[in-house]
């Protein structure tokens, strides 16, 4: 694990996800990045509504007819890719955590400059649903792909709870 800390803040650690114990989850928010690279990501959003299967795709487990997948060319190139943010409040406001994935790569660059960017958080707090701050979250982006770089993304799907 490594320490970070930042310019008049509280001190952050960067850990890979193979080096994360259950008890790290509990004892500060946590933000996780990846899907298919970071077992935690998978454990935390499997039993949700919006989760990855199959190493290629995201299902709603709630409207089967409801998947997003990723088109590989077969140069092994695409055109577009898909990610879900995830947030999830902490019981009796404990600690919470966010998850910031995508099917591939692109995905999860677009996931998490999503939450890097307080413009595109405004941008989304105009449109949520009524109390959407307040309650656990998922959000389905799909991400469109030009010259090897992830150019926009767009919000398909958004779940509260």
């Not at 509504?49 to 299902?59: L, T």
């Not at 879900?84 to 998850?99: H, N, V």
């Not at 941008?123 to 998922?138: D, I, M, V």
Request: proline letters at 5%; charged letters at 20%; hydrophobic letters at 35%.
């Amino acid at each position: 694990m490594q320490q970070i800390e930042l310019e008049k803040g509280p001190r952050h650690t960067l850990s890979h996800g193979g080096d994360i114990s259950q008890g790290d989850l509990q004892s500060a928010p946590v933000v996780l990045i990846g899907a298919f690279n970071n077992s935690w990501t998978l454990r935390v959003t499997n039993p949700l509504r919006v989760n990855f299967a199959g190493g290629s795709s995201i299902r709603d487990s709630y409207d089967r007819k409801r998947a997003w997948a990723v088109h590989v060319r077969p140069d092994g190139t695409t055109t577009d890719d898909d990610a879900i943010i995830t947030r999830l409040l902490g019981p009796d406001g404990g600690e919470s955590m966010m998850t910031a994935a995508g099917i591939g790569h692109y995905g999860t660059e677009a996931a998490s400059d999503f939450l890097s960017s307080p413009e595109q958080i405004d941008a989304f707090a105009n449109t949520a649903p009524a109390g959407w701050s307040q309650r656990n979250l998922q959000i389905v982006m799909h991400v469109k792909v030009d010259e090897d770089s992830p150019v926009s993304a767009d919000i398909v799907a958004v779940q509260t709870w």
